[in-house]
């Protein structure tokens, strides 16, 4: 049977790293790749007797998150104990929260380049928006290093604050999953609140999928997924593990809650441990902390929300007059986004500077390897240049002639360059007297125009930037003829 017969439900366990400067329930500061456990104290490294204390910058990111994901703060939450047994938590719980968390409900838009690239043309549901069940705030473990007899564990990053955000199982497919997590970073990198690097660790998910017969409502047993470390990884097990359970499905053998662990050399998902319940965590309040009042975190979390990367698109399309899908280029980096709007200030072309920082600067900063924050080129610099073209200085051509060397002297400004290279624009009297060369020597596409069909003076522009060696502006040339030419 085609999987088109079947439905899956994905959601997902998403773990973030905050950027604070110090731990979640201590003073420990966070940094990365130090000598292991050098960055501990009491506290953290779980002694008994340790009393924990709150990290109020972790709290106010994870409100500010919640903010941005329109969630709603409960007035007061609190922090409980999560208990289990684990060589990198001594303490045998794990400070959380379980029935007042600090973010309820909220959602995640599904932005269309945040898909995978191949999969951009074929969305199934455009404008999709994807429910959130929850956003608590915790504290992380240490980090464990398996080794064939024995384990290391680096407590450095233990109490290191971790938000978990929870969604519903309404993504369908290994592309929407992509999709949502890709969203969901640039909504956190766009706030500040996290790096979100999952190649560093700073994002973690894990992931549950079942299948189920189309019209079946009740959902399918799931299998949760786990070592999912890029977000390449998550697209490959998701469409291994959900042909792999259709399979089952198909073959009579029921799925069995479990947890299984994605084997990227190998390229297929593994069973890890069952699970037969839910954990019974036997999660109780903490009584070394006492609950916290939002109102304050709210109030300041809803003064320095930033701009979303959707609102941005909407501003850009509407203030700038450009296409909504230039605008999403534009805004997916935050960086990128102000330094287009750097040089679209004073502008009176922003169509043409958005056209130049897409096609032509996004293009060198790829060819070097760099990013929008090592541009050597200023956006005065570049809006200079805009202006150059537009103004008909310098023809398009000898526009990107001096944008190529721009790069390599970024302290010049694109007019002293025309000079150099000689783009001076030729006077008017010359071009007029190419111009009566021209129409003298092409009687057919003449009569055309003059005839009325004002395409035709394309050939006749044409022949005069040949004979003016491009130094003519086109639009200026096309004005001329039509003048001359264009039936009264
Ligand atoms: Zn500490
Ligand atoms: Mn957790």
Request: glycine share 6%; hydrophobic share 40%; proline share 6%.
């Amino acid at each position: 049977m085609p999987t088109t017969d079947y439905l899956v439900s994905i959601g997902l366990e998403v773990h973030v790293q905050l950027k604070t400067q110090s731990k979640m329930f201590c003073s420990c500061p966070v940094r990365f790749g130090e000598a292991p456990n050098t960055l501990v104290c009491p506290i953290c490294l779980g002694l008994p007797g340790a009393l924990p204390k709150l990290n109020a910058g972790a709290i106010e990111m994870t409100v500010l998150a919640g903010q941005l994901l329109g969630c709603s703060t409960p007035e007061v939450v609190k922090w409980d104990r999560k208990n289990y047994f684990y060589a990198d938590m001594p303490k045998n719980y794990q400070l959380s929260q379980y029935d007042l968390p600090l973010c309820l409900g909220g959602e995640v838009p599904l932005y269309e380049l945040a898909y995978p690239k191949d999969a951009q043309k074929s969305i199934v549901h455009p404008g999709k928006v994807v429910r959130l069940t929850r956003i608590h705030l915790e504290e992380d473990v240490a980090k464990s290093t398996h080794h064939a007899t024995y384990t290391l564990v680096d407590f450095n990053r233990s109490g290191t604050a971790l938000m978990e955000i929870v969604s519903e199982p309404e993504l369908e497919s290994a592309e929407e999953t992509v999709a949502y997590l890709n969203s969901l970073r640039q909504i956190l990198v766009y706030s500040g609140v996290s790096d979100a690097d999952m190649e560093k660790g700073q994002l973690r998910c894990d992931v549950n999928v079942s299948v189920r017969p189309k019209g079946q409502e009740k959902l399918g047993t799931k299998i949760e997924l786990k070592n999912l470390n890029s977000i390449s990884a998550v697209r490959r097990a998701l469409n291994y593990e959900i042909d792999r359970q259709i399979g089952e499905v198909e073959a009579g053998r029921p799925i069995q809650q479990a947890t299984w662990r994605w084997n990227d050399e190998v390229g297929q998902t593994e069973p890890m441990r069952s699970k037969e319940d839910a954990h019974d965590y036997r999660y109780f309040p903490e009584p070394d902390l006492l609950p916290v009042r939002t109102a304050p975190f709210v109030e300041r979390a809803r003064a320095i929300r930033p701009e979303l990367p959707h609102e941005k698109v909407a501003r850009f399309e509407a203030s700038y007059q450009i296409s909504h899908y230039d605008a999403s280029v534009l805004a997916a980096d935050r960086a990128l986004a102000d330094w287009f709007e750097q040089a679209v200030q004073g502008s009176t072309a922003p169509k043409k500077v958005a056209n130049w920082v897409i096609n032509n600067l996004l293009a060198e900063l790829n060819a070097r390897s760099i990013g929008i924050a090592d541009c050597p080129v200023s956006p005065t610099t570049l809006a200079a240049l805009v202006e150059l073209v537009e103004s008909g200085k310098v023809s398009n051509n000898q526009g990107k002639e001096i944008f190529a060397l721009l790069f390599e002297r970024p302290q010049d400004s694109p007019e002293v360059i025309a000079k150099e290279l000689g783009f001076e624009p030729a006077d008017s009297s010359e071009i007029e007297a190419i111009i009566d060369e021209v129409i003298a020597s092409n009687a057919g596409p003449v009569a055309e125009v003059m005839g009325g069909n004002e395409k035709a003076a394309n050939f006749l522009v044409g022949q005069v930037m040949k004979r003016s060696k491009g130094k003519a502006n086109p639009k200026q040339v096309t004005e001329m003829i039509l003048l001359r030419l264009r039936p009264s």
